[in-house]
């Protein structure tokens, strides 16, 4: 066996269907008394909810959490929470939300209780991301993981189907990367391997019935699991791409991963092939790449960056950003090939080496 490190990312995760009922007691764990809940605007109403059942706990609402975590907004919620005397951030919602938390916890070093809605994995994270003058920085800080997340199915019951695909693929992504990191580690791979497969099982289960609270369920589990991958190894090309992608061309966050998974898959597979062989194991299929292509365009996931907003003069660009800062991937970045990539990606052609 391979030597390792491996770093756990400490949080305390309560997890099952109806389980924010159990919000009032973890919050009392924390020792928090004045909690500030978060949520995007459209989820207003969940953070009406939370701050009803935490009571005199609730020190306010802050129903301004947007994709990317404008510095703004990142800095009107620190304000806020700094008037508010708040103890504790309650983020409810997906990666934007939890993303708004990390702010505040990087400037105060609040607690946060995170309760996802989405699969984008974030609240298993040290992980923070602030954007400024139309540039992200991501950075990885132990002050902004989640102390606890509290995993309730039914709060992603109402995830309309097409975020939910794209968001088990974004989910997905972290744990097939992480399955090729140079830092990987056999405890990770286990979890990433499990963790893909939870969510493959639960696409057809969810497309079938989308309020299946088992799939849910389902689907949640294998989200914590590959979120926990993204938190623990490094990520290589895909998340870069995707990275590049999301800021430069402003595309959307799970959909560019939904895209781009095949394709960074199959550049990298004659690199990695024992990731591979595990990805391919968890999916039931004889090809990772051409696995997680089905598995998306099965499910009426967008598979091509035109579908989805990217300019056909940007591809050169993006190849050129992509390849510009060298970082470790199981094959060498070089632009050529990367440019040959975005092609497919953008026509929506099957994954090639
Ligand atoms: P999101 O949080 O932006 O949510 C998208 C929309 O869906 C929002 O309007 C939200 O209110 C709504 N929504 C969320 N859950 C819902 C539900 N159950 N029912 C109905 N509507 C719901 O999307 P996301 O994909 O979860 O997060 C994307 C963001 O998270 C990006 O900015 C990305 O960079 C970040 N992210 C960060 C990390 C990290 O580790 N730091 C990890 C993954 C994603």
């Known amino acids: 066996m391979n030597p390792f490190v491996y770093v756990?990312?400490?949080?305390?995760?309560?997890?099952?269907?109806g389980a924010l009922r159990h919000l009032a007691r973890e919050i009392e764990l924390l020792g928090a008394k004045r909690a500030l809940v978060l949520s995007t605007p459209e989820q207003a109403d969940s953070a009406r909810r939370v701050a009803e059942m935490l009571g005199v706990r609730a020190a306010g609402i802050f129903a301004k959490a947007a994709m990317h975590v404008p510095i703004?907004?990142?800095?009107?919620?620190?304000?806020?929470?700094?008037?508010?005397?708040?103890?504790?951030a309650v983020a409810i919602g997906g990666g934007s939300t939890t993303g708004l938390g990390k702010a505040i916890a990087l400037d105060s070093g609040l607690p946060i209780l995170a309760i996802p809605t989405t699969y984008a994995g974030s609240e298993m994270t040290p992980i923070y991301g602030l954007t400024e003058g139309g540039l992200k920085k991501t950075g990885r800080d132990p002050r902004v993981l989640p102390k606890t997340v509290i995993y309730d199915p039914e709060l992603t019951l109402n995830l309309p189907l097409a975020m939910t695909v794209a968001s088990t693929m974004n989910a997905i992504a972290h744990a097939a990367e992480g399955l090729y990191a140079f830092d990987a580690n056999p405890v990770i791979a286990l979890m990433a391997e499990e963790g893909i497969r939870a969510c493959a099982a639960a696409l057809p289960q969810l497309k079938a019935d989308p309020k299946s609270l088992d799939a849910r369920g389902g689907a949640l589990y294998g989200a914590w699991l590959c979120g926990s991958v993204l938190g623990a190894v490094a990520m290589g090309l895909h998340h870069k791409l995707c990275h590049t992608l999301g800021g430069s061309f402003k595309l959307p966050h799970a959909e560019v991963h939904t895209v781009i998974l095949p394709?960074?898959?199959?550049?990298?597979?004659?690199?990695?092939?024992?990731?591979?062989?595990?990805i391919?194991?968890?999916l039931g299929v004889p090809d990772a790449a051409l696995g997680v292509f089905d598995l998306a365009r099965l499910h009426g996931a967008p598979t091509s960056l035109k579908a989805i907003g990217m300019p056909l003069e940007g591809l050169?660009?993006?190849?050129?950003?992509?390849?510009q800062?060298?970082?470790?991937?199981?094959?060498?970045?070089?632009?050529?090939?990367?440019?040959?990539?975005?092609?497919?990606?953008?026509?929506?052609?099957?994954?090639?080496?």
Do not use: I, W
Request: glycine fraction near 4%; proline fraction near 8%; charge should be positive.
């Open 72 to 88: 703004e907004s990142a800095r009107e919620a620190r304000d806020e929470a700094k008037r508010l005397g708040a103890d504790c």
């Open 8 to 17: 756990a990312q400490p949080s305390r995760v309560v997890f099952g269907a």
């Open 316 to 323: 050169d660009r993006a190849a050129e950003l992509a390849a």
């Open 263 to 278: 394709h960074a898959l199959a550049y990298n597979a004659s690199q990695a092939p024992e990731a591979m062989a595990r």
């Open 325 to 353: 800062d060298q970082y470790p991937n199981p094959r060498p970045l070089e632009r050529v090939a990367l440019r040959a990539l975005l092609q497919r990606a953008f026509d929506g052609t099957s994954p090639q080496p």
């Open 280 to 282: 391919s194991r968890a």
